[in-house]
């Protein structure tokens, strides 16, 4: 994706990178834009703020950590997209405080809704974001995906948990505040207001595979990223991924 010297970090990106390049595409070509306004609402130190000021576009990152805005200005500098990255402090539920309502062409929220209060109202939020034809990229965790690694951990009394708590949290100890089904994210877009165009999965198998065997066996990360590829359009595979990713469209938006 966006660094070659970390082809690691391609199993936790690939997949998201492939589907929000080509919505991206189609925006420009819809627009007659070559340069798009693109808002990322957690984008932390870059990782997909500066591949997208690669491809040409301006690119506004808001994020409450005034350490990864310092990373994100270091890296779009080394990457030489400094004048088309702008890094503001602040979050989801603040969003308007630091950007203007309907200015942007495309959204990204990777991330940021395990962490919000109330997804909905984040959801909403950065949705208000958009233009009349604009473009979401959403990316939260997958409650299957927990589920399934607390069970081959052999924390079974957690697994269960996890299933059955109504935020997907596996006990007192649990980081991540939210997790969701695919039917709950694309449930969320839907009544934003948004049409959704895609559902994927992500890290399907990546974080289920010893790394020492991705490391070391000729070949095996490139053939487990082009398996996450595949898998990640087959509903069947949604159910245990460790992140999803749903692609929301502005009604209208998909048919330019």
């Given at each position: 994706m966006s660094d070659p010297m970390r082809p690691r970090a391609a199993l936790r990106t690939a997949v998201v990178w492939d589907v929000l390049k080509d919505a991206l595409d189609r925006r420009v070509k819809a627009t007659g834009r070559d340069v798009l306004d693109v808002l990322d609402t957690g984008g932390g130190s870059g990782n997909f703020a500066v591949p997208v000021a690669r491809l040409g576009h301006r690119v506004t990152v808001v994020d409450p950590s005034p350490n990864a805005l310092f990373a994100l200005e270091r890296r779009a500098a080394e990457a030489g997209v400094a004048d088309?990255?702008?890094?503001?402090q602040g979050d989801a539920h603040g969003l308007f405080d630091v950007v203007?309502?309907?200015?942007?062409?495309a959204v990204l929220c990777h991330g940021v809704l395990e962490y919000v209060d109330d997804p909905a109202e984040g959801v909403r939020n950065v949705v208000a974001a958009l233009r009349s034809d604009g473009v979401l990229s959403l990316l939260?965790?997958?409650?299957?995906?927990?589920v399934l690694a607390r069970a081959l951990a052999g924390h079974f009394k957690e697994a269960k948990q996890a299933l059955q708590d109504p935020d997907g949290r596996w006990g007192e100890g649990d980081p991540v505040p939210h997790r969701f089904t695919a039917e709950q994210l694309t449930g969320l877009v839907e009544d934003s207001g948004l049409e959704v165009a895609a559902v994927h999965g992500v890290r399907?198998?990546?974080?289920?595979v010893p790394g020492v065997l991705v490391d070391t066996e000729p070949g095996a990360l490139d053939a487990l990223l082009k398996l996450e590829a595949a898998a990640a359009e087959v509903p069947a595979f949604h159910s245990v991924a460790t992140q999803l990713h749903v692609l929301g469209e502005t009604r209208g938006a998909g048919e330019a």
């Open positions: 088309r990255v702008r890094g503001v203007e309502p309907g200015g942007y062409d939260a965790a997958g409650l299957g995906g927990a399907v198998f990546a974080d289920l």
